[in-house]
T-cell receptor
């Protein structure tokens, strides 16, 4: 059962425009959400996160929005740059058996076209 | 500070063989998690180790196992390899078990023929 869903496998955006990556979740017990970026032949790297008690977190060109009622979060990249081309994974944290775990979506491949 | 180191980076095995992958976490990180990444399924959680104890396990068959040593280094083993085990195996560490941010290694790419 995929509790974190990224329904768009890929997204293409022109350089300088906004990239919006979406993520939906089903488990209301998730209390923290993270975005990771992955380049080929490298491991995922942490990008930005948001607590479930907030609705927005901003870090430079990256902003994450959380809509708890809709169980939806999105990552906005403005302006998009060619170096942003990567696979983006949405992750959600939950508590299980005495520790916190992350469950990931399947990823969205972003291509920023120069 | 050195990152998470995984070895080997690439390996090819045949069906029925077994494989052992190694992970050295960031110094001071005591929690190590393993994930399997495949094109169709994204990142799927295998297991987490903390202070040499398995804390959590994902929905994988018993052919997948792991362990952690006293220096926090971890290994995972897959026995009786199947074609479907071909994947990128990622190790991630964090400082304490409850921390949010995992730091990933570059992964071990396993191909099963």
């Amino acid at each position: 059962d995929q509790q974190v869903k990224q329904n768009s496998p890929s997204l293409s955006v022109q350089e300088g425009r906004i990239s919006i990556l979406n993520c939906d979740y089903t488990n209301s017990m998730f209390d923290y959400f993270l975005w990771y970026k992955k380049y080929p032949a490298e491991g995922p790297t942490f990008l930005i996160s948001i607590s479930s008690i907030k609705d927005k977190n901003e870090d430079g060109r990256f902003t994450v929005f959380l809509n708890k009622s809709a169980k939806h979060l999105s990552l906005h990249i403005v302006p998009s740059q060619p170096g942003d081309s990567a696979v983006y994974f949405c992750a959600a944290r939950f508590h299980r058996a005495g520790s916190y775990q992350l469950t990931f979506g399947k990823g969205t491949k972003l291509s920023v076209i120069p | 500070k050195a990152g998470v180191t995984q070895t080997p980076r690439y390996l090819i095995k045949t069906r029925g063989q077994q494989v052992t992958l190694s992970c050295s976490p960031i110094s001071g990180h005591r929690s190590v998690s393993w994930y399997q990444q495949t094109p169709g399924q994204g990142l799927q959680f295998l297991f987490e180790y903390f202070s040499e104890t398995q804390r959590n396990k994902g929905n994988f068959p018993g052919r997948f196992s792991g362990r952690q040593f006293s220096n926090s280094r971890s290994e995972m083993n897959v026995s009786t390899l199947e074609l479907g085990d071909s994947a990128l195996y990622l190790c991630a560490s964090k400082q304490v078990s409850g921390a949010n941010v995992l730091t990933f290694g570059a992964g071990s790419r396993l191909t099963v023929l």
